[in-house]
């Protein structure tokens, strides 16, 4: 059951709940959003940042219609990666490709019906 204030009104549970005078959970709700606002309009507001890196691995290849096909995909590493039964489309004749890797890691693209 936690209290929340949303447009200058308190809800418990998505509920509204009516102002309490001296209500403690309603006075700290109220400071900590007061600080914040305080913090946003002053010097700023410190935040918590988590990174996280991504690799994308880039396919190159021409179709059958001849436009050159650069299909991406977000993999795990830049040495651990499995493609197998990723599927892209032409977007030029909307020729279906699907991708395959062996256990060798080697790449190769195949029609699809």
Known sequence: MSLEL????????????PLKFGDKEQIKL???R???I???NGEGLLVH??????????????CTCGVRLNPRFEIESERHYHLNG???ICHSCKAKYVVNQDKDGMITVKSRP
């Open 86 to 88: 990723e599927i892209f």
């Open 6 to 17: 949303k447009d200058g009104k308190f809800f418990r549970d998505g509920n509204p709940e």
């Open 34 to 36: 007061i600080e914040t």
């Open 49 to 62: 940042v988590d990174l996280e890196t991504t690799y994308t691995a880039y396919l190159s290849f021409k």
């Open 38 to 40: 305080k913090a946003l």
């Open 30 to 32: 109220m400071t900590e």
